[in-house]
């Protein structure tokens, strides 16, 4: 399953057959068509079996205990640094969340993947006293999504892409800190 995910990250759908996915595993074609008849199957169970890790993994950003993670290990963890492994992570992982979010069976999955990156900073600014923590991190998540979509397209502007969304993050945090009179008053001028 896990050469299929590959496959699929650097082709796309059209790049994973049962061959392809034999040749990438290093098994005979005949093994993969023995445990999934068809593609579609391989690649429901391969992004179902991902998702589920990846939402496991993402729970111990919110776990109490031992490991407080830091904001910066969070954004590496979702691939979102000029880090040019945690770069691919994340062209991987922009891929199979819009790919997962067209078919109505990982639907589900993908809405519980987003809400694990929201839990998952709304922790970490809880752990700082941050007030309105809940909104911010639903603000954070969201801004993060288009950022990840801003660095997996423009690779090559990696450093200063990262360096964008870790602008706006401070800019979100800090406006969470204002009186909400202040900001309404702000945004109303905008025409917002």
């Given amino acids: 399953?896990?050469?299929?995910?590959?496959?699929?990250?650097?082709?796309?759908?059209?790049?994973?057959?049962?061959?392809?996915?034999a040749a990438q595993a290093g098994v005979p074609a005949a093994t993969v068509g023995y445990y999934f008849g068809s593609i579609d199957e391989l690649m429901y169970r391969a992004f179902e079996e991902n998702f589920a890790r990846w939402i496991a993994d993402m729970g111990t950003y919110v776990a109490p205990g031992e490991s407080e993670h830091t904001f910066d290990e969070l954004l590496s963890f979702l691939g979102l640094s000029s880090n040019d492994d945690e770069l691919r992570l994340n062209i991987?992982?922009?891929?199979?969340?819009?790919?997962?979010?067209?078919?109505?069976?990982?639907?589900?999955?993908?809405?519980?993947?987003?809400?694990?990156?929201?839990?998952?900073?709304?922790?970490?600014?809880?752990?700082?006293?941050?007030?309105?923590?809940?909104?911010?991190?639903?603000?954070?998540?969201?801004?993060?999504?288009?950022?990840?979509?801003?660095i997996a397209a423009r690779?090559?502007?990696?450093?200063?892409?990262?360096?964008?969304?870790?602008?706006?993050?401070?800019?979100?945090?800090?406006?969470?800190?204002?009186?909400?009179?202040?900001?309404?008053?702000k945004i109303r001028a905008l025409g917002l």
């Fill in 1 to 21: 399953m896990v050469a299929a995910l590959e496959l699929f990250s650097e082709g796309g759908a059209r790049s994973v057959t049962h061959r392809s996915v």
């Fill in 92 to 150: 991987r992982m922009t891929r199979l969340f819009l790919s997962a979010s067209d078919d109505e069976r990982l639907r589900p999955l993908v809405a519980e993947a987003v809400l694990a990156i929201e839990g998952a900073i709304e922790t970490l600014l809880r752990r700082a006293g941050l007030p309105h923590a809940r909104e911010t991190a639903r603000a954070i998540a969201a801004m993060v999504g288009g950022c990840a979509m801003r």
């Fill in 155 to 185: 690779r090559d502007r990696a450093e200063d892409e990262n360096a964008l969304m870790r602008r706006a993050i401070h800019q979100l945090v800090a406006a969470s800190m204002l009186p909400p009179e202040m900001v309404d008053e």
